[in-house]
Nanobody, 121 residues
Framework: QVQLVESGGGSVQAGGSLRLSCAAS????????MAWFRQAPGKERDRIARINSDGGTTYVDSVKGRFTISKDYANSTLYLQMNSLSPEDTAMYYCAAHPGRFCPLRSFAYWGPGTQVTVSA
C-alpha cells in the first residue's frame, strides 16, 4: 500500500514562489509515474505536471515555464517548484502515483489528501 502526504502549501502574493513536497511511503520505487494535480473551487481536478519512470516530464500549458516537477528517489519525495504564481493558480494541489511506465491522464492508483495554495493579487 502506498501512502502520499503533501506539504508546503500556503498563502503567497502574486509573483511569489512555493515548493510543494509529497512524501511517499510504502512500496514505491522508480517504476512509478507520479504527478501533481490541482482543483480550483467549482472546477475539475486536472493534471498539471507528471514525471514518468524514465524521468521524462510534461506540463500543462498554463504552468509550463513556471512550475518544475522533480523526484528524489532516495527520499521517495516528489516536488513541485512553483514560481511566478498568480491568483489563477489558487487551488487544492494533490500528488498522485501510479505503478508502471504508463502515466494515466486522471486514473492514478494512489492520491494524497491535498494541500491548499492561495495566491493573492
Amino acid at each position: 500500500q502506498v501512502q502520499l502526504v503533501e506539504s508546503g502549501g500556503g498563502s503567497v502574493q502574486a509573483g511569489g514562489s512555493l515548493r510543494l513536497s509529497c512524501a511517499a511511503s510504502g512500496s514505491i520505487d522508480s517504476y512509478y509515474c507520479m504527478a501533481w494535480f490541482r482543483q480550483a473551487p467549482g472546477k475539475e481536478r486536472d493534471r498539471i505536471a507528471r514525471i514518468n519512470s524514465d524521468g521524462g516530464t510534461t506540463y500543462v500549458d498554463s504552468v509550463k515555464g513556471r512550475f518544475t516537477i522533480s523526484k528524489d528517489y532516495a527520499n521517495s519525495t516528489l516536488y513541485l517548484q512553483m514560481n511566478s504564481l498568480s491568483p489563477e493558480d489558487t487551488a487544492m494541489y494533490y500528488c498522485a502515483a501510479h505503478p508502471g511506465r504508463f502515466c494515466p491522464l486522471r486514473s492514478f492508483a494512489y492520491w494524497g489528501p491535498g494541500t491548499q495554495v492561495t495566491v493573492s493579487a
